[in-house]
C-alpha cells in the first residue's frame, strides 16, 4: 500500500526556533506538497515540489523553505518558528498533474 | 482566483439514506475532479476521481460532473454511521508553469445518524 511518512505526530516548539518537518514517500511520486490546515480556513498550499530540487511557492509561503534533494523526501522548514504558525500541517505526494493525492498522517505543531 | 464552493453543513441524514454533496466551481477549463474523506482529527484520504461528464460509480459512492454548470457532486448510498466526516471537493486547473494545483473547497460536515 502506498504511503506518505510524516516524521512527528505532535510537536511543541518556542518561538524563534528553527523547526523541520520531514515527509517521506515510498510511491516514487513525482509531485510532492505541503499544506496547513486551520479551522475555518481550509487546506492552504505552502510549497510544492514537481521534481527533485525543484520547488515552487504555493499560496502561503512567507515564514516557511523546504528542501527536495532526494525524489522521496520533502521537508519543510519554518525559519523562525511564530505562534500564528501553530497549525495542522499536511503533506501529500501524487504521480503527476491528474492523479488525486496521498496525504500523510499531518504534524500538529504547537508554538508557544 | 479559482474557487471552489461547498456547503458547510452539518448535512445530517439517517442511517440508509442518500446523501448528496454538492460542490461548484469557477474554473471553467478545469479538468480533473476529487473527493476526500477527511475524519475528526485525521488526514484527508481520496474516495473519488472523475474527470468526464456523467456518473462514475465505485460501490455505494458515486460522482457526478456536469461541466457545462459547473459542479460536481458525490452521492453516497445507503449511508452509515462510518461515513460521518468532512468531505473535501478538490477541482484540478492551470497554473503558471503546468502544474495543476488543485483548489480544495472548505469541506461538507456529514452526520449519519442511526
Known amino acids: 500500500d502506498v504511503k506518505v511518512t510524516q516524521s512527528s505526530r505532535y510537536l511543541v516548539k518556542r518561538t524563534g526556533e528553527k523547526v523541520f518537518l520531514e515527509c517521506v514517500q515510498d510511491m516514487d511520486h513525482e509531485n510532492m506538497f505541503w499544506y496547513r490546515q486551520d479551522p475555518g480556513l481550509g487546506l492552504r498550499l505552502i510549497y510544492f515540489s514537481y521534481d527533485v530540487k525543484m520547488k515552487e511557492k504555493g499560496d502561503i509561503p512567507e515564514g516557511y523553505s523546504v528542501s527536495r534533494e532526494k525524489k522521496e523526501r520533502f521537508s519543510l522548514i519554518l525559519e523562525s518558528a511564530s505562534t500564528n504558525q501553530t497549525s495542522m500541517y499536511l503533506c501529500?505526494?501524487?504521480?503527476?498533474?491528474?492523479?488525486?493525492?496521498?496525504f500523510g498522517s499531518g504534524t500538529r505543531l504547537t508554538v508557544v | 482566483q479559482k474557487e471552489v464552493e461547498q456547503n458547510s453543513g452539518p448535512l445530517s441524514v439517517p442511517e440508509g439514506a442518500i446523501a448528496s454533496l454538492n460542490c461548484t466551481y469557477s474554473?471553467?477549463?478545469?479538468?480533473?475532479f476529487f473527493w476526500y474523506r477527511q475524519y475528526s482529527g485525521k488526514s484527508p484520504e481520496l474516495i473519488m476521481f472523475?474527470?468526464?461528464?456523467g456518473d462514475k460509480e465505485d460501490g455505494r459512492f458515486t460522482a457526478q460532473l456536469n461541466k457545462a454548470s459547473q459542479y460536481v457532486s458525490l452521492l453516497i448510498r445507503d449511508s452509515q454511521p462510518s461515513d460521518s466526516a468532512t468531505y473535501l471537493c478538490?477541482?484540478?486547473?492551470?497554473?503558471?508553469?503546468?502544474?495543476?494545483?488543485?483548489?480544495f473547497g472548505r469541506g461538507t460536515s456529514l452526520i449519519v445518524h442511526p
Open positions: 501529500a505526494s501524487r504521480l503527476g498533474p491528474s492523479y488525486g493525492y496521498t
Open positions: 478538490a477541482v484540478n486547473g492551470g497554473r503558471a508553469g503546468g502544474s495543476y494545483i488543485p483548489t
Open positions: 472523475i474527470y468526464s461528464n
Open positions: 474554473d471553467r477549463g478545469s479538468q480533473s
